[in-house]
């Protein structure tokens, strides 16, 4: 246990900058260019807080004042959506950082022959490549789920700072919203289902890091879609179409889109649904096989 999280912590100070520099900055930039655009409308008169409604522009304070009770709560429900919003583009970059993290795990040390200093320290290729997946399905995660929950609640105090001092408070509804309030126990709790889609995903990329001598990025997306294309062009010439839908869903979707959180939406409203549906489970069992793999083919494999 204490090995593993030395190689958990040496994965992260190894990739800090992808980790947790990147989407750091990129929730400080959302929060100031929130807060910038808000206090230049308030300052200018063109206060984001003014409504256009019947051909004339009104406060927001007024508009308040004369909705019903269930028109405000709509109303605060799209005020607390859109902070909420914020995490979308920080678990966009989630998944670019960790497709390339996976790509290169294998392949990088290889070719700058690092990979002879850590053998020749007493660690195993499983625990090696395992802490990558670790760090790649829980650590990483678990790093932007915080720094996006960060991001969001900063969002919501710039735009309810702003609606208070023209007078609505929109504090109490918001946060007196369940999806809000239960959000990080909501986002910690679908961790385990983004393990299981992300498996496929990882794994295939980990196994073509360990195996491809040059562009593991072309070997990793060009497999699948090529396959896909065979599928499809057999599919057209024996009148089954139905089996390029399934090829790219469960194959080529799995294998390439598993790292990108809430792909499995595509495929079921709720993330409770996918504990039933047996493609998940293959598919995770079909991922911890290509992680197996990788692991012979770093204690195998040689560029010398």
């Not at 308040?64 to 920080?90: K, W």
């Not at 710039?158 to 408070?169: F, Q, S």
């Not at 990882?202 to 990025?217: D, I, N, R, Y």
Request: charged content about 10%.
């Amino acid at each position: 246990m204490n090995t593993m999280k030395w190689l958990l912590k040496r994965e992260f100070w190894e990739h800090k900058g992808s980790f947790f520099w990147a989407p750091l900055i990129l929730g400080m930039v959302m929060v100031a260019v929130t807060g910038i655009t808000v206090v230049y409308g308030m300052s200018s008169g063109q206060s984001p807080f003014k409504l256009h409604l019947n051909g004339q522009m009104q406060d927001m304070q007024a508009v308040f004042n004369s909705m019903s009770a269930q028109d405000v709560r709509e109303a605060t429900s799209v005020l607390s959506n859109i902070c909420l919003g914020a995490a979308v583009p920080l678990l966009l970059m989630l998944a670019v950082t960790t497709f390339f993290y996976c790509l290169g795990a294998l392949h990088d040390e290889r070719r700058d022959r690092s990979i002879l200093f850590w053998k020749s320290l007493p660690l195993s290729d499983t625990q090696t490549v395992l802490s990558k997946v670790l760090m790649v399905t829980v650590a990483a995660p678990l790093i932007v789920i915080g720094i996006s929950l960060a991001t969001s609640l900063a969002l919501m105090l710039i735009v309810g700072t702003a609606a208070l001092v023209h007078g609505v408070n929109v504090f109490g509804a918001i946060l007196g919203k369940e999806a809000v309030t239960m959000l990080p126990l909501q986002a910690v709790g679908v961790l385990p289902v983004y393990v299981l889609c992300a498996l496929p995903t990882v794994g295939w990329l980990l196994m073509v890091s360990a195996w491809a001598k040059s562009k593991p990025f072309l070997w990793a997306v060009g497999v699948p879609l090529i396959a896909l294309m065979l599928v499809k062009w057999v599919g057209y010439v024996l009148g089954m179409n139905s089996a390029t839908a399934w090829m790219a869903s469960n194959v080529a979707g799995r294998m390439l889109l598993g790292l990108v959180p809430g792909s499995w939406l595509f495929d079921h409203n709720r993330a409770g649904a996918l504990l039933h549906a047996p493609g998940v489970w293959i598919g995770a069992a079909a991922g911890l096989l290509m992680i197996y793999a990788a692991i012979r083919l770093r204690r195998f494999k040689d560029e010398g």
